[in-house]
């Protein structure tokens, strides 16, 4: 049944389109072009998919099924198909699981080779370390799970269209959390939605595949659910697509996804959306990290002597939502809270000893009074979805927003302070 995956590719393959610049590299195996999004600077660094083709298969064959290609330069990814090695019938394949689909015993380190070629395309190429994403169909789905197993400190997340992890726990090597994504159809009849064995050698079904890496990556195995969410497949009606999400208690940089495809095959006629919709989930989930920009400085010396310092910690990442703000360097047990704006200003408010740094619509997270203690710093999560400003605004990605501190301050009289400020640009 796997033998029919190539032709069925083929068969549902136009050519594909070649982005406006390319590069080479040899990660062992021979040269791979790795195509550019239009614009391409490497001043700024972007975010890489490798696509894994199936069984039989190869990169331009999985390419012109899927067809990411033509979305580069609107999604600004750096994109590789590669190929994976020959068995003796010439039929292309990864070595991914005790399952799928090293037939013959070949010791051939695929993990090894697409680690090495992510290396190399790193060393050739401006990647933004913290956005490397995989995209793999069937054995290529696979794959992408034993990359996540391997290298998640490496992987960011991936996205798997009837694949499937290990069956054992224990063979899923390696310790961090990876946003995963599994798309399945419910009438598949190759890598049966529900688990199933080839040659003998189990593989667990979507649902199962999902709570086990939602264990993995520290989620509650408490689910959302949406129905008729997606138009993924052209041939059947509607939006016959639905979504299961494990998002409780997970760890930051891990969180999982169901897309079922009801009545899906194993290689459905993907609809135009199909493409965009994994692109946009992927990219939607880089590793996270915050980098503020620290602008405004040094604030004026408070009377403790120092000049207080804004910083962030947590994640930039508005999947993550986990956005902690700090201020540093107050007079011990002073009161205050944290102020935001989309726009930077310059000014002394009246009645205060230092400058604001923010400009246009100023809000206050006034409702979360903060006291400095004995160590001269407080602390805030903020919520991304819901920031005080007026109105309240729901972050977007890409929207840089400023952060400043306000506190009460007796400087020798009793008057209010500032911090300095920073700059965060949500992903």
Not at 271 to 290: C, D, G, M, Q
Not at 324 to 335: C, H, I, K
Not at 348 to 360: D, I, K, V
Request: charged share 10%; glycine share 10%; hydrophobic share 40%.
């Amino acid at each position: 049944m796997l033998l029919s995956i190539t032709a069925a590719l083929i068969l549902s393959s136009p050519a594909p389109t070649l982005a406006q610049g390319s590069i080479t590299v040899d990660a062992g195996r021979g040269p791979l072009t790795v195509t550019l999004p239009a614009g391409y600077d490497a001043a700024e660094p972007a975010p890489l998919l490798l696509l894994l083709h199936g069984f039989g298969a190869s990169g331009a064959v999985q390419e012109g099924y899927m067809r990411f290609r033509p979305l580069q330069d609107q999604y600004g990814f750096v994109y590789c198909t590669p190929d994976g090695t020959a068995n003796s019938a010439g039929q292309r394949f990864w070595n991914a699981t005790d399952a799928c689909c090293n037939f013959q015993g070949s010791s051939v380190d695929d993990a090894a080779y697409l680690l090495a070629l992510i290396e190399a395309i790193e060393a050739a190429v401006s990647i933004d370390p913290r956005s490397i994403h995989l995209m793999g169909h069937s054995n290529g789905g696979f794959m992408a799970y034993r990359m996540a197993c391997e290298y998640p400190d490496k992987i960011a997340s991936i996205a798997s269209l009837a694949g499937a992890t290990f069956q054992d726990p224990a063979d899923c090597v390696g310790t961090g959390p990876v946003h995963v994504l599994q798309i399945h159809g419910t009438s598949d009849a190759t890598i049966g939605f529900g688990g199933g064995a080839i040659f003998g050698n189990q593989y667990p079904g979507a649902l199962e595949t999902c709570q086990m890496w939602a264990t993995r990556n520290g989620c509650a195995l408490t689910t959302t659910f949406e129905d008729q969410a997606l138009n993924l497949v052209s041939s059947l009606a509607g939006k016959e697509t639905t979504k299961t999400r494990f998002t409780d208690g997970c760890d930051l940089g891990g969180s999982v996804e169901l897309w079922t495809i009801v009545l899906g095959s194993h290689t459905p006629a993907l609809s135009p959306f199909f493409a965009p919709r994994i692109t946009e989930y992927l990219l939607a989930h880089p590793k996270p990290a915050v980098s503020p920009e620290t602008y405004c400085s040094p604030a004026t010396p408070n009377s403790s002597g120092a000049s207080a310092v804004m910083g962030a910690t947590g994640s930039d990442v508005l999947a993550d939502n986990a956005l902690e703000l700090t201020a540093s360097g107050l007079p011990q047990d002073s009161f205050g809270y944290f102020l935001n704006s989309q726009t930077e200003g310059l000014a002394t408010p009246p009645g205060s000893q230092g400058t604001l740094c923010l400009g246009g619509q100023i809000g206050r997270f006034s409702a979360n009074v903060l006291n400095a203690g004995s160590t001269g710093t407080f602390t805030l999560a903020i919520d991304l979805t819901s920031i005080p400003n007026n109105p309240t605004a729901s972050a977007i990605v890409g929207d840089t927003w400023r952060f400043q501190g306000w506190f009460r301050d007796a400087n020798p009289q009793v008057t209010s302070n500032l911090t300095d400020a920073i700059r965060v640009t949500v992903r």
